[in-house]
């Protein structure tokens, strides 16, 4: 039996296949995908494109950053059609090699038909060995020997038989493994050489590069910011309760990305040192020896301090020094940004969590938000909305302000008429005015829905002390151009700051303050509160049978104040309850009535039976005229009620079903992870293409208080649904918070919802259930399971015995 044989390649075949296949598959996939491709440009882009001198110098500036690309795409191109022609040199060459194993035919070698005499066979091996031969001047050996084997199978008896079963004239011949690489690899000569490359290769390049890589991953978070800077962020923000705005820029600009230490791309110019003082000059209310703690006080700081009041002063700098730096610094602050108000909701939750002693104020995560679209827009605060629109500049805010139409907002100006738009806009031409209405209609319009439920919990709209509230917010994203001539739609966009400082004021004395930075309204509060209601509801919701009878007669006004004496009456005596239960819960020992109490309850009853029959006297004759009515319609009411039963409870499996539906759409969305396109944002002094980013998060706008982690949606292209997890307050009462929307990109497109919570006293734990009682019976069988754990089978002990 033939054995194996395992051969390094000495004539490059296999190698030549190996490297064969392995190009094609990196050429194949890499053409398909890497192979540079005109971008085609979208009509609807290029039509809603705007035109205005701070666009086309963006794009100028977008162009000029990136000359490497043409030069990319050369290369890229120059490199797959290099691999197609190694790839064909490859395939040509191993079309030229030939085995001996392969295909052995010798009438094919000695060029005779099949069926040939041996006369003719001997003739036609004598004209091709005197070619063949090596002695002669035509001569090769390998051919030589091929002929030479050839005709031996043809006229040796033997070497014949073993060509025709085997295929060879030698036999069965050992099956041999070629490996894919050369000869020359393993030979004595060459040993030194081939360790010194892996050497190179796998102990000092490879290494180091995964040494290199890794010592820069960690000194970044996952969003691209630096890990000193985000315990800068720590240290700075953690030592106030409210920190304004002007602080959180310092504070920003001492990120440690703007230093040549941690960051090779910054540029130290020597001309900083004529052209900072005289930048510091012109800008307003700068303080630059106001803050003498490193590192604000640093170099670097004061220069991405200054270079960021110039981009939201808008300032026009040098073009080859200042304003290159401004761009690069403009160009990082959204993620730093962001970084610093997930800094502030870590803090928050950390002071929840009584680890920090200081809790922030709603204000300071707030103003952190602010600073994003003011970068983005390059504007200040306190500056009009309107600066965003292409050509509008502060001096063209008067005519915005129009005795006879005053435009209140962006979603107002873009839900005048056509006329009235272009008279407010008349110191615009017309190719101005095309573009700002273009910008105008590619502005977002969010409807914005809230829902709240407890997920968890059989009753999902009851609120009990302590449960985890679930509140689901529906964003709906539509251009603006939608709101073009309809004054139908509300104006959503508000600004939080105004409804802050009005809710924000001082607080009641009837307020407790909880652990976790939560404000309670005091029993007797929240009761008048509930009382008041009551009354209101009870005046607008009367049917029209009871307006015509308070129209018809006016014996009932005595009746009235009685019912509204014993309403009083009764308030109060909730109020006295609810408030000696709040004794009893904080430790209170006076918690027992006293006679006083009793005495008044006793009056109390006594009005209420005189009350109930003067109102009974009154309603006789009216009870005797409808009693008829009443017996007739008892059948129709009862019938409708099935109806309505069997319907709810149609539309509640809808609901469930709804539900777990969306449930699973969520999960499978998670797992296919988020990304960050969405819609491009007009922002000409911003030196990249930004998409619009939101905020999403819940707050207490009474106690200034955080009460959600801010989500940051980053993929609002059409509908978005958000959930939003708190835990309701301990205390029972009613209580109003708000879930606020903001933009990271836009001014004036904030929005605020307030969800009204009526909280519930938590039910008691159970400790007993009829379930939980084992009885006799179970005890006795479960004795009788343990002894028929004995097996039946006899066994060795019970033979011995």
């Keep these: 039996m033939a054995g194996q044989k395992f051969q390094y390649d000495e004539s490059g075949a296999t190698f030549f296949y190996f490297l ?57 191109k120059v490199i797959i059609i290099a691999g197609w022609v190694l790839l064909a040199f490859l395939a040509y060459k191993v079309s030229q090699f030939d085995y001996e194993s392969a295909s052995f035919d010798p009438y094919d070698i000695l060029n005779v038909p099949i069926g040939t005499s041996e006369k003719v066979i001997k003739k036609a091996y004598r004209r091709l060995s005197l070619i063949y031969h090596p002695d002669k001047e035509t001569g090769d050996e390998k051919k030589f020997m091929k002929l030479t084997k050839a005709y031996q199978a043809l006229t040796d008896d033997e070497s014949r038989k073993n060509w025709e079963k085997y295929g060879n004239p030698d036999g069965p011949g050992a ?63 953690h030592k106030s309760n409210s920190i304004p705005l002007k602080r959180v820029i310092m504070i920003l600009s001492a990120s440690l990305e703007f230093e040549k230490k941690y960051n090779s791309e910054i540029v130290e110019r020597s001309s900083d040192e004529y052209e900072m003082p005289q930048l510091i000059k012109q800008l307003y209310n700068f303080g630059e020896k106001a ?46 940004i962001q970084e610093m108000v997930g800094v502030v909701s870590q803090l928050i939750l950390l002071a929840y969590a009584q680890r920090v002693p200081r809790l922030l104020n709603i ?15 390059a504007l200040w605060e306190y500056k009009s909305p309107f600066m965003q629109l292409p050509y509008i500049t502060e001096d063209h805010i008067k005519h915005f302000d129009n005795k006879k139409k005053r435009v209140r907002s962006i979603q107002h100006l873009a839900q005048l008429k056509n006329e009235d738009r272009r008279s407010t806009l008349k110191f615009l031409s017309d190719s101005q ?64 700051e105004k409804n802050a400082a009005k809710e924000t004021e001082k607080p009641d004395k009837s307020e407790k303050p909880l652990p976790n930075g939560d404000v309670v309204e005091n029993s007797e509060s929240v009761e008048n509160k509930e009382i008041k209601d009551d009354e209101k509801e009870k005046k607008t919701t009367k049917g029209i049978w009871q307006q015509k009878r308070q129209s018809g007669k006016g014996k009932k006004s005595g009746n009235v104040k009685k019912q509204k004496a014993t309403l009083s009456a009764s308030a109060k005596k909730k109020i006295k309850k609810k408030e000696k239960l709040e004794k009893a819960k904080l430790g209170d020992p006076e918690t027992k009535e006293t006679e006083d109490d009793k005495t008044e309850d006793k009056e109390q009853s006594k009005d209420n039976v005189t009350s109930d029959d003067d109102s009974d006297s009154d309603n006789e004759s009216s009870s005797d005229a409808s009693g008829d009515e009443s017996e007739k319609t008892d059948a129709e009411e009862t019938a409708d009620d099935k109806k309505k039963i069997s319907t709810n409870n149609d539309d509640d499996d809808d609901d469930d079903w ?133 097996s039946e089978f006899t066994t060795d002990e019970d033979v011995e015995d």
């Design 433 to 496: 005015y095309e573009d700002l209405v273009k910008v105008l209609g590619r502005m977002p319009y969010i409807d914005f829905k809230v829902r709240c439920e407890v997920i968890d919990d059989e009753a999902t709209t009851v609120y009990t002390a302590g449960a985890i509230v679930t509140v689901t917010v529906q964003l709906k994203r539509r251009d603006m151009r939608v709101l073009f001539g309809d004054d139908s739609y509300a104006d959503k966009h508000i600004e939080l």
């Design 658 to 790: 709804d539900k777990f539906q969306s449930g699973a759409n969520k999960k499978d969305r998670v797992l296919e992870g988020r990304t960050k396109q969405s819609h491009l944002v007009h922002s000409p002094y911003f030196p990249e293409e930004k998409h619009e980013y939101w905020w999403v998060y819940l707050s207490d706008r009474k106690s200034r208080t955080l009460l959600t982690v801010p989500y940051h949606v980053t993929e609002l292209v059409d509908e978005e649904e958000i959930q939003l997890k708190f835990t309701a307050p301990r205390w029972p009462g009613v209580y109003v918070f708000a879930v606020c929307l903001r933009s990271d990109s836009y001014f004036g497109f904030d929005q605020m919802h307030d969800i009204k919570l009526d909280v519930k006293e938590a039910p008691e734990p159970l400790t007993e259930h009829p379930q939980w009682d084992i009885s006799d019976e179970e005890d006795d069988t479960k004795e009788e399971d343990k002894q028929s754990d004995i």
């Design 20 to 76: 064969l296949s392995f190009l094609a598959l990196l050429l194949i996939p890499g053409t398909y995908y890497w192979w540079p491709r005109k971008q085609k440009e979208d009509p609807k882009a290029l039509a809603s494109e705007c035109y205005c001198p701070g666009c086309r110098k963006k794009k100028l500036i977008l162009q000029s950053t990136k000359p490497w690309e043409l030069m990319k795409r050369t290369c890229i």
């Design 363 to 377: 204000e300071t995560i707030e103003n952190c938000m602010k600073l994003c679209p003011m970068v983005v827009q």
């Design 175 to 237: 099956m041999s493994f070629g490996i894919a690489l050369p000869s020359w690899i393993v030979e004595k000569e060459n040993s030194v050489w081939v360790l010194g490359l892996y050497a190179l290769v796998f102990m000092i390049a490879l290494p180091t590069t995964v040494g290199m890589w890794w010592y820069k991953s960690i000194r970044y978070s996952g969003d691209k910011v630096l890990l000193e800077t985000s315990r800068m962020y720590y240290y700075f923000l």
């Design 291 to 336: 803050q003498k703690e490193p590192p604000l006080s640093y170099n670097y700081s004061i220069k991405a301090r200054a270079l960021i009041h110039a981009h939201l002063s808008r300032l026009t700098l040098k073009a080859d020094t200042l304003d290159l730096d401004r761009m690069y610094i403009v160009k990082k602050c959204p993620y730093l």
